[in-house]
C-alpha cells in the first residue's frame, strides 16, 4: 500500500478510537422473542417468560438508535461516534467469532458493553479497506453470557463500470455431508432488518442497492445466513455448539435458492452458504 492510496485516510486519527466502549441495556421482551420466531419461522407457540431465548436473538438487543436525521447515505448512523469515521463509502459485517458462556432467557435484561479493539488499512483487490475489530460483551445479572469479536470492512465506493467489468469466475462451492435447500426471499430480508434495527438499504431498497451500490439484488445480511447456519448445526448435532465463528466471502442476494452445506471434521462441524451453482456466501465453524 502506498503513500498516495493512503492519503486520504488519516489512520493515526482513526486508530486513536482504539479503547473506546459503550453501553447499552435491553429486555428480551416475549413480544421481540415472538416476532424473532416468526421471521425465521421457528416455534409458532407463544414465548413464556424464563424459558430458553432463542439463538442469535442477541443481535436484536441494544441496537444503537441514532435519529433518522442522524443516518448516513447508506443508512447506517453517521460515522464518528463510537465507530471511528473511515472516509470509505460502503460498510460491510465481514464475520464474527461468537463464545456462549449459558442461556439467555425470555424476560432477561441483557447489559452490553462494545469495545474497539483494533483499526487496520490495507489495500485489497478491489482498492482500500478499512478493518475495525469491535469486542462485544453481554452480561446477566454482572454475569457473561456471550462474548463477540466483530470485524467491519469499509471499502471504497462502487462504480457504475465495475457491475459490467468481467471477473475471474469464482469456483463453485463444494457439497457438504449434509446439505438443505432455502429460497430466500425480501420479506424475510426486510423483517430481519427490522428487528435487528438495521437501517443499511442495501438490505430492503433495491433502488438503491443497485443503482448506487451497483449489486445485481438486495444484498442477504451476514449475520441472518451466520443465523440459519447455526440453527443447522443445532439441528445435526442435537445441541447448541459453545463457539461459532463465520466469515462473509460473497454477497448473496435476496432472488437466490441457496442451499445450506455442513460436515464434520476433526470434532467440529465446517458450514457454508452457497447459491446453485455459485461460490461461498457465508463459512462457518461451530464447536461444542
Known amino acids: 500500500m502506498n503513500a498516495s492510496n493512503t492519503s486520504s485516510i488519516d489512520v493515526d486519527h482513526l486508530r486513536s478510537w482504539i479503547g473506546r466502549e459503550e453501553a447499552a441495556s435491553d429486555v428480551i421482551s416475549v413480544d421481540l422473542v415472538r416476532k424473532f420466531n416468526a421471521t425465521l419461522d421457528l416455534s409458532p407457540a407463544m414465548p413464556v417468560i424464563g424459558e430458553v431465548a432463542p439463538l442469535m436473538v442477541n443481535y436484536c438487543l441494544a441496537q444503537p438508535a441514532a435519529p433518522t436525521s442522524a443516518l448516513g447515505r447508506d443508512g447506517h448512523p453517521q460515522r464518528g461516534g463510537f465507530l471511528p469515521p473511515v472516509p470509505l463509502a460502503r460498510r460491510m459485517w465481514a464475520g464474527s467469532s461468537l463464545t456462549f458462556h449459558g442461556d439467555l432467557h425470555v424476560g432477561d435484561e441483557v447489559r452490553r458493553v462494545s469495545r474497539i479493539a483494533d483499526v487496520a488499512v490495507k489495500e485489497g483487490r478491489s482498492g482500500m479497506l478499512c478493518f475495525v475489530t469491535v469486542e462485544h460483551k453481554l452480561h446477566v445479572a454482572g454475569k457473561p453470557v456471550i462474548e463477540e469479536k466483530q470485524n467491519i470492512v469499509y471499502r471504497e465506493d462502487a ?10 469466475a469464482a469456483a463453485a462451492a463444494p457439497g457438504g455431508a449434509h ?25 430492503y431498497d433495491r433502488r438503491y442497492a443497485v443503482e448506487v451500490e451497483h449489486y445485481p439484488g438486495l444484498v442477504v445480511h451476514g449475520p441472518l445466513q451466520a443465523t440459519l447456519l447455526l440453527y443447522y448445526a443445532r439441528e445435526l448435532k442435537g445441541t447448541a455448539p459453545r463457539q461459532f465463528t463465520f466469515r462473509g466471502l460473497s454477497p448473496l442476494f435476496d432472488d437466490d435458492r441457496i442451499h445450506l452445506h455442513a460436515t464434520e471434521e476433526e470434532g467440529r462441524m465446517k458450514l457454508w452458504t452457497a447459491r446453485e451453482n455459485g461460490p461461498v456466501g457465508i463459512s462457518a465453524e461451530a464447536v461444542w
Open 179 to 203: 446439505s438443505r435447500p432455502m429460497q430466500l426471499s425480501t420479506p424475510l430480508l426486510f423483517r430481519y432488518s427490522a428487528l435487528t434495527f438495521n437501517g443499511h438499504r442495501i438490505h
Open 159 to 168: 462504480k457504475a463500470s465495475d457491475a459490467t467489468k468481467p471477473t475471474a
